[in-house]
């Protein structure tokens, strides 16, 4: 089973509200994602690092922002949510980079915006 | 455009019986391809990966096939179980390097029924 937490599970908040996604892992990976996933549909990378102040943007484009101060730590940040936000946001990390090692997930953030 | 094409989009079965699920993709140059398992609420669970050179592999009651030439593959499960109800997604990744894309499909949603 992956070490990697995310929290909050579910999240519901009102519009214009400031949140961030927590997404630990004990695995000591150098590479963290952060990936969109809607229902029915592909997931979408939003946002990945490959280390300690390393910080990209991905493919969808997106309103949010990440920080990775610490090894084990990838925060995602929205700071004014609006309804366009609700989606599942699922953490992922890696050892040797997405296309040749395996990811391992966390159990997902699910937000809804009113 | 969607360069990961999976079908059927769903798949009811009768717990015992077998299924496949198939991936087809456009992805090029191609470096490997991954089955992960994802069930409802949780993030995906890689199952199997497979490389150019190979053409079979199996974990356990799941055996993924690979035709580099035609560009497809598929997902075998034997005598089904109730567990194996979950969404079944191909991923293709386009070059064995740090610096290489992950293509997503959107999935198959199995559900076995008693």
């Known amino acids: 089973e992956a070490d990697i937490y995310q929290t909050p599970r579910y999240l519901v908040i009102g519009t214009g509200k400031k949140i961030t996604l927590e997404c630990s892992q004990t695995m000591g990976h150098d590479k963290m994602y952060w990936y969109q996933q809607d229902p029915g549909m592909e997931l979408h990378l939003i946002h990945y690092?490959?280390?300690?102040?390393?910080?990209e943007k991905g493919d969808l484009s997106s309103e949010s922002t990440v920080s990775r101060i610490r090894t084990e730590h990838f925060p995602l940040t929205l700071e004014s949510a609006r309804p366009s936000h609700t989606s599942q946001y699922l953490c992922?990390?890696?050892?040797?980079?997405?296309?040749?090692?395996?990811?391992?997930f966390g159990e997902g953030s699910r937000l809804t915006v009113l | 455009k969607n360069q990961v094409e999976q079908s059927p989009q769903s798949l009811i079965i009768l717990e015992g019986k077998n299924c496949t699920l198939q991936c087809n993709y456009t992805v090029s140059p191609f470096s490997n391809l991954r089955w992960y398992k994802q069930d409802t609420g949780r993030g995906p669970v890689s199952l199997t990966i497979m490389t150019f050179s190979e053409n079979t592999k199996s974990n356990g009651r799941y055996t993924a096939t690979l035709d580099a030439d035609t560009k497809q593959s598929s997902l075998h499960i034997t005598a089904s179980q109730l567990s194996d109800s979950a969404s079944y997604i191909c991923v293709v990744s386009d070059r064995g390097s740090t610096l290489g894309r992950l293509y997503f499909g959107r999935g198959t949603q199995l559900t076995v029924w008693p």
């Open positions: 992922a990390s890696t050892r040797q980079g997405a296309s040749t090692g395996e990811l391992f």
């Open positions: 690092s490959y280390g300690v102040n390393s910080t």
